[in-house]
């Protein structure tokens, strides 16, 4: 019996996501079935087996100070890898880079962490997924020092910078969580 429950965010085997409502259940074909509300309000019913949990957002974001195997640092660069285990490029005090995962960080309390940027008049939180004017889902991320975009994924070296996804695809609502 799979582990969900109501409130879970889930994706289907045809990468559709949505958030258990009711469940489990079973239907004439498939045992333990739970029916999933997309974002747009619609639902879908899936067997157990062909769902997954989405991964949640990441807990921290380029510039937080961390601790990691205790020593503190700075987040540079991430998550790479979101989908299996997250890792981040970190950068420690004398300015060397190293690697990280993101289950062996904590956040420094207390750190002045920068989740804000502004970009053409609009302030982002680069935490959250927003919905463009065509209703894509669009992840963001600072990487080199640019806020870049991604829809339905993580961006990485091929995200498209925010300036040009806002000016094209605005305006940018961010998705309720």
């Not at 157990?48 to 700075?74: E, N, S």
């Not at 207390?110 to 989740?115: E, F, K, P, R």
């Not at 975009?149 to 995200?159: E, K, Q, V, W």
Request: hydrophobic residues 40%.
């Amino acid at each position: 019996m799979a582990d969900f429950k109501v409130g879970d965010k889930v994706r289907n085997v045809n990468g559709e996501e949505g958030a258990i409502v009711f469940g489990p259940y079973d239907t004439r074909v498939f045992r333990e079935s739970y029916l999933v509300r997309r974002e747009d309000g619609t639902h879908f019913s899936r067997p157990a087996q062909r769902l997954t949990l989405v991964p949640p957002a990441p807990a921290f974001a380029v510039g937080d100070k961390v601790r990691y195997f205790g020593r503190d640092y700075t987040l540079a660069a991430g998550p790479f890898d979101p989908t299996d285990s997250p890792w981040w490029v970190v950068q420690r005090e004398d300015g060397a880079h190293v690697t990280a995962g993101e289950s062996e960080m904590t956040l420094v309390e207390g750190a002045d962490a920068q989740h804000l940027v502004t970009v053409g008049g609009v302030e982002y939180d680069i935490r959250k997924r927003y919905r463009d004017c065509d209703g894509d889902v669009w992840h963001l991320a600072v990487i080199d020092g640019d806020v870049v975009g991604a829809i339905d994924r993580a961006p990485g070296r091929t995200g498209e910078r925010l300036e040009w996804a806002a000016r094209v695809y605005g305006p940018m609502i961010p998705v309720a969580d």
